[in-house]
């Protein structure tokens, strides 16, 4: 408890900065996600492969090596002068953005075919059909999936802290550092993460209670 | 956004390989290959200690290990020159230098000598489940981890400093870095130091020192901080690029830890110390390692006994 209560502006400033970081980086993510499924159900064969090339990178590159190669690789070829802050913006959107893109076209799929070209044949653009037919029906079948993609992106965010940025889980190194018994660290740590990811998933309960139809 | 020279992918992705590994190409293999070091001249001997034997202290977790015929030592591992493992799992470097003059005292050769990597945030955790007997690796003694362990030392007045590039010319201590980017490890005690805003630095807070001193040779930061020790390590690994500024600002006795209660085995490890300080075991083991950095040798300082 001492723990704690005598390192609590730390632990705060820890708590709001993974709060910070989750909720930028999953806004960025939700919108760049959301393109991407666009493209990848769009008719056009560019955007599509880019689509389909911008998943496969992402989803199968392990997020400290892509916070490695921002960190060490990109300035040797191109200094963009970010701050650590931003370059762990960057590295957590575009890697969360290829699982909400994928759970997004999940969504899609799961809109009956007839619903499209019902749309069309009532002559809307491809994007009247997907903004205003298939994306309201589908969201509802991919927010079970969203809350998880979000739920790991707290937990991701942590990998930030060994890169200069100040969250939760480097509160635990500061104090572990200075010798104080590491379970008490850990319990508050934890409980931190429990906060926010228990308030992701009753948000996401809320929107899925609001956004039920019968069917 | 400016374009630098055009070092290809192939070069980054062998940069990357670098930090990732966590290794700066030579392993810190002292005394026999030198890596890279000040050029010609004559590079020190590592000293070689006499073992003792029928050694009788009053010490539980002695006798245990006398009777295992095999002494348990925690170290680091990623410490160039001070604590390294090379990556044919020889270690090298003054800490484990300290820990064969100690061990040989205690009456262990140093093939008896079991080396475990401890990482710093389990050490108290560890040596007081007993994982270990001795831990020998930039162990700061202070009040808070006297409550947990005991300390036998210090062994040596590190303090928090700076490394910086050879031809760096506008750092000459703490005071001297307003608006400099200054790395250390996430949490380290010489950056909260850093921090404060008398200093006016840009912090960057990396995992690894490794990753620190990378950033430090590709310009991206400006200096790197901990205690003088470690930085004396990187700059014997790389003495053309890298020097120690030499202005600690911080004191760090480093000691080395065991048990809390075992009075016995403080005052056999501090006898041992001493003994290698006053035969010039300590001053030749300093010179092999850390001092290949170029940096002054500094006299040890007096053993606390309690």
């Given at each position: ?16 900065g993974?709060i ?17 499924a ?11 492969y ?21 960190w ?28 909400v ?12 075919l007839?619903?499209a070209?019902?749309a069309r ?5 491809f ?10 029906q ?8 969203l809350s998880?993609?979000f ?9 930030a ?11 635990q ?31 996401f ?11 | ?5 055009s ?34 001249k ?41 604590g ?8 090298s ?9 100690v061990?040989a ?13 401890i990482d710093s945030?389990?050490?108290?955790t560890?040596?007081?489940k ?6 020998v ?10 409550k ?8 040596l ?15 000459t201590?703490?005071?001297?870095l307003?608006g400099?980017?200054?790395?250390s490890?996430?949490g ?6 850093i ?9 960057v ?36 690029k ?6 600690p ?6 000691g ?33 390692t ?17």
């Amino acid at each position: 408890m001492n723990v704690l209560l005598d390192h609590l502006s730390e632990f705060r400033e820890g708590f709001l900065g993974t709060i910070g970081l989750t909720l930028a980086s999953g806004l960025l993510a939700m919108l760049l996600g959301t393109v991407l499924a666009g493209f990848r159900v769009s008719p056009v064969p560019p955007l599509r492969y880019f689509g389909t090339a911008w998943v496969t990178l992402f989803r199968n590159t392990p997020l400290t090596l892509l916070f490695l190669v921002i960190w060490f690789a990109v300035p040797q070829v191109l200094d963009f002068g970010f701050s650590p802050w931003v370059k762990a913006l960057i590295v957590l959107s575009c890697y969360t953005s290829s699982f909400v893109c994928e759970a997004v076209r999940s969504g899609i799929s799961t809109v009956p075919l007839g619903q499209a070209e019902a749309a069309r044949s009532i002559g809307m653009s491809f994007f009247q059909t997907l903004g205003l037919v298939i994306l309201p029906q589908a969201v509802r079948t991919v927010l079970p999936p969203l809350s998880s993609i979000f739920i790991a992106l707290t937990k991701n965010s942590a990998i930030a802290g060994a890169f200069s940025v100040t969250e939760l889980f480097g509160w635990q190194k500061l104090l572990s550092d200075q010798g104080y018994p590491i379970a008490w660290v850990f319990l508050w740590v934890a409980l931190g993460y429990l906060v926010i990811t228990f308030a992701i998933s009753i948000l996401f309960r809320v929107l899925e209670r609001t956004l039920e139809v019968a069917r | 956004m400016k374009l630098r020279k055009s070092a290809a992918a192939a070069a980054a992705v062998a940069a990357l390989a670098l930090t990732a590994t966590a290794c700066g190409g030579e392993s810190g293999n002292a005394g026999d290959k030198p890596a890279g070091a000040s050029g010609g001249k004559n590079q020190p001997k590592l000293p070689t200690y006499a073992v003792k034997s029928d050694v009788k202290v009053d010490s539980a977790t002695l006798e245990k290990a006398q009777k295992a015929g095999k002494i348990v030592i925690g170290s680091k591992d990623d410490q160039p020159y001070l604590g390294f493992q090379d990556s044919g799992g020889k270690r090298s470097g003054f800490d484990i230098e300290i820990a064969k003059m100690v061990a040989a005292d205690l009456g262990f050769k140093a093939d008896q000598i079991t080396f475990k990597t401890i990482d710093s945030g389990v050490r108290e955790t560890t040596i007081s489940k007993g994982d270990v007997d001795l831990y020998v690796g930039t162990y700061t003694i202070n009040d808070e981890r006297k409550k947990q362990v005991g300390f036998a030392g210090p062994y040596l007045m590190a303090g928090a400093d700076l490394l910086i590039r050879s031809d760096e010319k506008g750092i000459t201590g703490p005071t001297s870095l307003k608006g400099k980017k200054v790395c250390s490890i996430k949490g380290s005690t010489p950056l909260q130091e850093i921090k404060k805003p008398k200093y006016g630095a840009e912090t960057v807070e990396l995992a690894k020192y490794s990753e620190c001193v990378q950033q430090l040779l590709n310009n991206e930061v400006d200096a790197v901080t901990t205690d003088d020790a470690i930085l004396k390590g990187y700059a014997a690994q790389n003495p053309k690029k890298l020097k120690v500024v030499g202005k600690p600002f911080t004191k760090e006795p480093y000691g080395v830890g065991m048990a809390k209660n075992d009075k016995a085995l403080r005052d056999a490890v501090a006898d041992a110390i001493e003994a290698h300080q006053k035969n010039g075991d300590y001053k030749k083991a300093y010179d092999a390692t850390l001092g290949l950095s170029g940096s002054d040798y500094v006299e040890p300082p007096a053993l606390e006994r309690y």
